[in-house]
């Protein structure tokens, strides 16, 4: 599929770093690129796809007001991606 023009574009281009550097050197975050890029091979959409799960993530820490937690946060951001 093709990554939606739809959203915020300041937002988009915001994330694209760390959603790249996340793919490499998150170990979690690196698993579930190379998943999403086994499928599809257009890296691009990997890169999306991370950068939606960092959003996700921040948005949640920003809602539930804590603090970052490495290894854990970013497990519990996988388990909730489902709900949003």
């Known amino acids: 599929s093709k990554i939606s023009k739809k959203g915020n574009s300041f937002i988009r281009k915001a994330l694209y770093m760390p959603a790249l550097a996340a793919s490499r050197y998150n170990k979690d975050l690196k698993v579930f690129y190379e998943r999403i890029i086994d499928r599809k091979p257009a890296k691009k959409i990997g890169i999306t796809a ?19 937690i490495f290894e854990e946060q970013i497990n519990n951001a996988v388990m909730e991606v489902g709900r949003y």
């Open 50 to 68: 991370v950068a939606r799960k960092l959003l996700i993530l921040i948005y949640i820490l920003w809602k539930n007001d804590q603090e970052y």
